[in-house]
Every structure is written in C-alpha cells, then in structure tokens.
C-alpha cells in the first residue's frame, strides 16, 4: 500500500465517523425540540384570604416541557363509548417551552371519566397515565363517599 492509499483510506475513514456523528447529534437536537406536554392532575382547595377553604376541585396543571411552543386548546377527559369530557370554561393558550397552566373543574368529572388528557391545536393528546388517573378516580369516590384523605397524581 502506497502513502497516498493510507491517506485516501484514512479520509474515508475520518468522513465516515464525522458524518455518523453529525447524524446523531442532529436526530437527539431533532428529538429534544419535538413538543411535549406533562399532565398533573391532583384533587385540591382554593384557598383565598380569611375565607376557609373553597370546596373540593380537580385541578390540571399542564407543563410545556418540550423544545417548540403548542398551543393547548381542550382540557377534559373521555367517557365510555369515546365521548369527550372538556372542561367548558377553559380558553386556548399558547405554550411556550417552560410554560405551565392550572385548571380546575368540578371534580364529578372523575366518575363518568375513563381518562384525562390534554389535546393541542394538531389534535395529539396528551394522557394521563392510567395506573395514576385510576388511583385519583378510586381517592376521589373515597372522598366523595366521606372517607378521609390526600389524592395526588401525575404523568411524566
């Protein structure tokens, strides 16, 4: 082998790795920028000065954790057969990566619910996991049934 073979040969070499590990970190920049949003949802009271505590509420908070700004545009849940469950009161939003929002609906919606999520303006949804929405369903009929407790559930 001639010098100027090991040196065409090395070059290929050299191209090859760089060009590999330019389309890695492009595919990890590529997958760090695609929107995500956290769902929390957890039972809680409104408390407001010396007035005692307002009644029992579901609240959401939804967390832009991606690397793009979504905007959200229905908070709810779904019922058996499919049927949407939306928080009625709730206005669409834009998130920016980093932003967050709470939310709060009467926390009824929990019984005739069989998940709760988040939908964006493309129509992706955005669950919560339903090992998690199970056990705040099951704290929030012991609460409802007058059982005492903390309800408290995420997704990450």
Same mark, same amino acid.
């Given at each position: &082998?001639?010098?100027?073979? *090991? +040196?065409v040969? @090395?070059?290929?070499?050299?191209?090859?790795?760089?060009?590999?590990?330019? $389309?890695v970190?492009? =595919? $990890?920049?590529?997958?760090?920028?695609?929107?995500h949003?956290?769902?929390?949802?957890?039972?809680?009271?409104?408390?407001?000065?010396?007035?005692?505590?307002?009644?029992?509420m @579901?609240?959401?908070? $939804?967390?832009?954790?991606?690397?793009?700004?979504?905007?959200v545009?229905?908070l709810?849940?779904?019922? #058996?057969?499919?049927?949407?469950l &939306?928080?009625?009161?709730f206005e669409?939003r %834009?998130?920016?990566?980093?932003?967050?929002?709470?939310s709060? +609906?009467?926390?009824? =919606?929990l019984? +005739?619910?069989?998940?709760?999520?988040? *939908?964006?303006?493309?129509?992706r !949804?955005? %669950?919560?996991?339903?090992?998690v929405?199970?056990?705040? !369903? !099951?704290?929030?009929?012991? #609460?409802?049934?007058?059982?005492?407790g903390? +309800?408290?559930?995420? &997704?990450?």
């Amino acid at each position: &082998m001639t010098t100027l073979e *090991i +040196a065409v040969a @090395l070059a290929a070499v050299w191209g090859a790795v760089t060009g590999t590990v330019a $389309v890695v970190l492009e =595919l $990890v920049r590529h997958a760090r920028g695609r929107p995500h949003l956290g769902l929390t949802c957890y039972l809680g009271r409104e408390l407001g000065g010396p007035d005692p505590p307002g009644p029992l509420m @579901l609240v959401y908070r $939804v967390a832009n954790d991606g690397g793009q700004a979504v905007t959200v545009t229905h908070l709810g849940g779904a019922g #058996k057969d499919t049927i949407g469950l &939306m928080i009625p009161a709730f206005e669409p939003r %834009r998130m920016e990566p980093g932003d967050y929002l709470l939310s709060m +609906a009467e926390p009824n =919606l929990l019984e +005739a619910a069989e998940s709760l999520h988040v *939908i964006d303006s493309l129509g992706r !949804k955005w %669950r919560l996991n339903r090992r998690v929405f199970a056990r705040l !369903k !099951k704290d929030w009929l012991a #609460k409802a049934a007058g059982a005492d407790g903390h +309800a408290s559930a995420s &997704m990450r």
